[in-house]
């Protein structure tokens, strides 16, 4: 089984590397197709865009496909949209090759936690869910810099042919490594379209989108706050991402572990110490040292979530999981957006550079809120039950003195 789950992680290394790659690549693509920085910039929202709309819409189309059969299409997708970017002519048909591979990544990764999740024992899930995360993490630590130092060195063009040999690569591995798993009898459409009015199912998606967009608010603005508050080097800002990169790695490994044995408790540690650190940074922004450790804290704490929510999904949308699955990495890049579009708003304000770490701890404070609501409706509807089912034995033995 662990062989499976490395199938898996290789193809979420390939598209972590894509999604994440073209943000140091925007000046060599801007000056090859003769657009500005701006316009380029469309090749990172178009992307966002088609995970929020692709998740949902791949899902659906795959609920009559086996489970291995659709992450096989999936990355062939994925292939075909680095293919098409490396060997575009205009920039518009680049738009159209990262709009192409996105349409694989939100139905990838959550056809994949449901998979990831089936291949274990019950008390592993979590952790078989950050296995399959890890090569989206590791993506940031080596493939992205790795990416865009070949982009800069040899050609952009040249970094997306490797990115989808990487899919290749991926495909095989699914194709052989991976069992065969049937789409489960008495599961329709209809059903995994019910697990998404689930009261549960939508709080946990709500965490995911303020608790990862806490994460984002600050990171996206990573380099004019480096630069302009703590001093670096332009240069360092790429070694300053690797650091985060490698806190996502730690999390998501920590988050695996011990959600599995402890779930919401995990969310309270993470959600409540994230929005800590994320208010801290508007202090240590200030100084170079501190501001490169709460930048790894920020990305182990952001992602320390990522595998107790994923479960939290599966296990709330139980029976029919895949579209809420998948939904939810959706949710991941709706908090991007959010965060990023919030950030902007109170730098252009004038509040400054740091402003948008205040952005992210509220953000991330208010995904633990949901947390707490959360646990409370779970505890208060167990509490209905117990007292409905424990009654049933006294109210029969009335019945029979009566």
């Given amino acids: 089984m662990p062989l499976a789950l490395l199938a898996l992680a290789i193809g979420a290394f390939g598209i972590g590397t894509t ?3 073209i943000m140091g690549l925007l000046p060599e693509v801007a000056g090859d197709y003769g657009v500005s920085i701006p316009t380029a910039g469309y090749l990172v929202t178009g992307y966002a865009l088609g995970v929020m709309v692709g998740a949902p819409l791949m899902t659906v189309l795959g609920t009559k496909v086996p489970r291995k059969r659709m992450l096989m299409l999936l990355m062939g997708l994925f292939i075909a949209g680095n293919l098409l970017s490396a060997l575009a002519p205009v920039f ?15 139905a990838f990764f959550g056809i994949g936690s449901v998979v990831a999740a089936d291949l274990v024992a019950p008390h592993k899930k979590a952790g078989a869910i950050a296995m399959m995360f890890t090569g989206l993490t590791v993506a940031n630590v080596v493939g992205v810099p790795l990416g865009t130092l070949i982009g800069q060195s040899v050609g952009w063009r040249v970094t997306f042919g490797v990115v989808a040999a990487l899919g290749v690569v991926g ?7 991976v069992p065969d798993m049937p789409k489960p009898e008495g599961v329709h459409l209809r059903h995994e379209l019910a697990a998404l009015k689930n009261v549960q ?3 946990a998606m709500a965490m995911t989108v303020l608790g990862f967009g806490g994460v984002f608010a600050a990171i996206t603005y990573i380099a004019p706050m480096m630069t302009h508050i703590a001093g670096f080097a332009d240069g360092s800002v ?11 790695v730690g999390g998501n490994l920590v988050g695996g572990k011990f959600a599995d044995r402890a779930l919401m408790p995990m969310l309270y540690i993470s959600l409540g110490a994230l929005a800590v ?3 801290v940074f508007t202090l240590t922004a200030h100084n170079k040292l501190l501001s490169a450790v709460t930048i790894a804290l920020i990305g182990a704490l952001g992602f320390a979530t990522v595998p107790p929510l994923q479960k939290r999904v599966l296990d709330q949308a139980h029976g029919a999981p895949t579209l809420a699955s998948a939904v939810n990495i959706g949710a991941f890049n709706l908090g991007n957006a959010l965060s990023a579009w919030l950030g902007g708003i109170v730098i252009a304000a004038g509040f400054g550079y740091t402003a948008p770490n205040w952005v992210g701890a509220v953000l991330a404070a208010g995904a633990l809120v949901l947390a707490c609501v959360s646990a409370g409706l779970e505890r208060r509807t167990g509490a209905a039950t117990t007292v409905v089912t424990g009654s049933a034995p006294a109210d029969r033995r009335r019945a029979v003195r009566h």
């Fill in 171 to 177: 495909l095989a591995g699914i194709a052989r490594l």
């Fill in 19 to 21: 999604e994440f790659v």
């Fill in 277 to 279: 650190v994320l208010a």
């Fill in 92 to 106: 518009v048909v680049m738009l159209v090759g990262r709009i192409v591979a996105s349409l694989a990544h939100g």
């Fill in 238 to 248: 790429t070694w300053l991402l690797v650091l985060f990169g490698l806190g996502m």
């Fill in 201 to 203: 199912v939508l709080l």
